[in-house]
């Protein structure tokens, strides 16, 4: 969702339910959210509700989510089940009445899901390149800029907020940016860097990490970052922080 100057009023899956349409989005933006599409119902019979204290989303994500869900029986009047790839896995959001959403999670775990930490969910989601509101995204985001078009922008619905700025980008300016959201790799032995650290070619600084994990699947610390888009080619050598890093292709860990 943008605003008309085309920049991310938040990042979000639509889910269209037959009687209603499911947004899930970031918990700090709901509000905000919520009042914005409320000002665009003139006559139409629409009511927009917050559904995050009554409802609860639990994820099933990895080579063997369709087997669980499969074999878990999941027969919670209102329950919704709907492939997502949220973290840059492919799998399943399960929606259900929040009073009824443990019961649920332990039919998942007898079936075979595994629980995991937050921790463990943003190591993947960095691996998978994937970018974050609130860490990647923010209401200073072009989508371009992130990468995210193939995944989030239509080229052929209608008129949307935003729409001209976007066109324009990718039309007339051939989707040049001035910034581009990149991987960053580091030798084994170095410190995993923090949100926000500098990112510099010489003496010229080129951008910010943004999020930044140890990642198991390549041994070594990873980072998402802006940088300018004349630094963007894999191979790059860059520091940050003062440490050597290489700028890679995303996603770091591709998921078959």
């Known amino acids: 969702m943008l605003n008309a100057q085309g920049r991310m009023l938040t990042d979000m899956h639509v889910f269209e339910l037959g009687n209603a349409v499911l947004l899930t989005l970031p918990a700090a933006v709901t509000q905000a959210i919520r009042d914005h599409l409320d000002r ?31 074999r878990t029986t999941l027969d ?31 039919s998942l ?12 969910v943003e190591i993947v989601r960095v691996e998978s390149g994937r970018p974050r509101w609130g860490a990647d995204l923010d209401t200073d985001t072009i989508p371009l800029e992130a990468g995210i078009d193939d995944r989030a922008i239509s080229r052929t619905k209608g008129c949307y907020v935003g729409q001209e700025v976007i066109v324009r980008v990718m039309d007339r300016g051939h989707g040049r940016v001035a910034r581009r959201l990149v991987g960053l790799t580091f030798d084994p032995a170095a410190s995993v860097p923090a949100s926000g650290s500098h ?25 998402l970052g802006y940088v300018h888009r004349d630094f963007v080619e894999p191979g790059t050598t860059v520091s940050v922080a003062g440490a050597p890093a290489r700028v890679a292709e995303l996603p770091f860990v591709r998921q078959d």
């Open 40 to 70: 665009f119902i003139f006559s139409e019979d629409v009511h927009v509700q917050d559904a995050s204290e009554s409802l609860a989303q639990l994820g099933v994500y990895g080579p063997l989510a369709r087997e669980v869900i499969a």
């Open 76 to 106: 919670a009047p209102g329950l919704v089940v709907v492939a997502d790839d949220e973290p840059g896995v492919d799998g399943f959001a399960v929606f259900v009445d929040r009073a009824l959403a443990a019961g649920v999670r332990d």
């Open 109 to 120: 775990v007898q079936a075979g899901a595994v629980p995991v930490g937050s921790s463990d």
């Open 199 to 223: 990112i510099s070619s010489g003496d010229r600084e080129i951008g910010r990490v943004t999020s930044a994990v140890w990642s198991p699947g390549l041994a070594r610390p990873i980072a």
